[in-house]
């Protein structure tokens, strides 16, 4: 069955039909926002009201034409969301703070290399960022991207290009620098 048919079970009240939806995206979708923020409890928070979201537009009667874009569409406003509060910046800043100060100095090679490459992207703006994690960490194809987050598909496509660019550059100059994979 479709997403989009489950979520026509939910508009009749049909809530193991949410719970279907639930146990299919829940871990891409955390994924997805935890790569945006960082922070494994705020990414949770995030997931958890854009699954209340969804329920929500679904109990009112409503259907998107594609959910996963439609789902990932109210994830990123959601995140957007939470930037846009003055308090969350500071928050976030802090905690990032404290736990660099905890490192684990032993991971293995596979894991290094992975927290370089999201540190990396994490230093991109986050209109990059967003489109690349959807593009490569979610496999959304350009229109879907361009449905979630209601840009046209030419700018999905600008700014992924853009993106790697500035990510390549972020990577060549880490690389020169000494710093990641190698330390």
């Known amino acids: 069955m479709q997403d989009e048919d489950y979520m026509r079970q939910l508009t009749l009240g049909i809530d193991s ?3 279907i939806l ?7 979708l955390y994924g997805y926002v935890y790569r945006l923020l960082g922070d494994e409890k705020l990414a949770e928070d995030i997931v958890q009201e854009t699954f209340l979201k969804i329920y929500q537009q679904g109990q009112k009667g409503f259907v998107p034409e594609q959910f996963k874009p439609w789902m990932y569409k109210i ?15 500071l928050e976030y800043v802090t ?7 905890g490192h684990v100095h032993h991971i293995i090679d596979h894991q290094l290399e992975r927290q370089w490459m999201v540190e ?24 879907e991207i361009a449905l979630a987050l209601d840009i046209p598909i030419n700018t999905v496509k600008t700014r992924i290009a853009r993106g790697l660019k500035q990510l390549e550059n972020i990577l060549v100059e880490d690389e020169r620098k000494g710093v990641g994979v190698n330390e």
């Open 17 to 19: 039909a949410f719970d």
């Open 22 to 28: 639930v146990f299919r995206y829940h871990k891409p």
């Open 120 to 143: 990396s992207l994490n230093q991109l703006s986050l209109d990059y960022r967003t489109v690349l994690y959807l593009r490569f960490y979610q496999d959304l194809k350009y229109s």
């Open 75 to 89: 994830a990123t406003n959601t995140c957007k969301d939470y930037w846009r509060k003055p308090t969350s910046r």
């Open 95 to 101: 905690d990032k703070e404290i736990e660099g100060k």
